[in-house]
Antibody, heavy 124, light 107 residues
Framework: QVQLRESGPRLVSPSETLSVTCSVS??????????WSWIRQPPGKGLEWIGF???????HFNAALQGRVIISTDASRNEISLTLRSVTAADTAVYYC????????????????WGQGSLVTVSS | SYVVTQPPSVSVAPGQTATISCAGD??????VQWYRQRPGQAPVVVLY???DRPSGTPERITGSNSGDTATLIITRVEAADEADYFC??????????FGGGTKLTVL
């Protein structure tokens, strides 16, 4: 059974950098052509896709966030990390990591499973 | 940027049929996925590739996608179906966009 678990600081100051880590069990992040994604959800609002990466280095990002976002992988720890620079209150959200479907390269991209999410609040 | 629109809320009596729409320009040329999110929980995919069901999704949950509208249909609605439902669009360019979500209330 594949499980994902997010962790990281719950509070980040405005203009600083937000970092969240996702630990994966039951699957290897180095599986060829497999993507791993970050998605966020502001409190009481909808879902926003941030981006996804494969361990081999292929990556795709939401254009609205590209430039502030880095998604990296650590094979030794079987982890995926999200870094978001220059945060504002608008970046306050629950941050989810999720595995991407293997057929995403054919245009059919969905997310399963998801982690339980990590709430990050941006405030001074 | 590509925009996907869902109704904010849908209400239905138990045993009736719930229909949730997901509108976007030529959405029929893309693939649509649907997620259910219960309060305090992470989303769970209930349909992918327009109408395919992952294991665990009952047959009374179906989907369609044509023209400018994709639709999630839940027949014989139960109290346990009450949740937020999100559509998510993708295509071969790695476009990924979520709809704003629809709150399904079982009366």
């Amino acid at each position: 059974q594949v499980q994902l678990r997010e962790s990281g600081p719950r509070l980040v100051s405005p203009s600083e950098t937000l970092s969240v880590t996702c630990s994966v069990s039951g699957d290897s992040i180095t599986t060829a052509d497999r993507f791993w994604s970050w998605i966020r959800q502001p409190p009481g609002k909808g879902l926003e896709w941030i981006g996804f990466v494969s361990h081999s280095g292929n990556s795709h990002f939401n254009a609205a966030l590209q430039g502030r976002v880095i998604i990296s992988t650590d094979a030794s720890r079987n982890e995926i990390s999200l870094t978001l620079r220059s945060v504002t209150a608008a970046d306050t959200a629950v941050y989810y990591c999720a595995r991407v479907s293997d057929v995403c390269k054919n245009g059919v991209c969905w997310f399963d499973p998801w982690g339980q999410g990590s709430l990050v609040t941006v405030s001074s | 940027s590509y925009v996907v629109t869902q109704p904010p809320s849908v209400s239905v009596a138990p045993g009736q049929t719930a229909t949730i729409s997901c509108a976007g320009d030529r959405i029929g040329s893309k693939t649509v996925q649907w997620y259910r999110q219960r309060p305090g929980q992470a989303p769970v995919v209930v349909l992918y590739d327009d109408f395919d069901r992952p294991s665990g999704t009952p047959e009374r949950i179906t989907g369609s996608n044509s023209g400018d509208t994709a639709t999630l249909i839940i027949t014989r609605v139960e109290a346990a179906d009450e949740a937020d439902y999100f559509c998510q669009v993708s295509d071969y360019t790695y476009l990924v966009v979520f709809g704003g979500g629809t709150k399904l209330t079982v009366l």
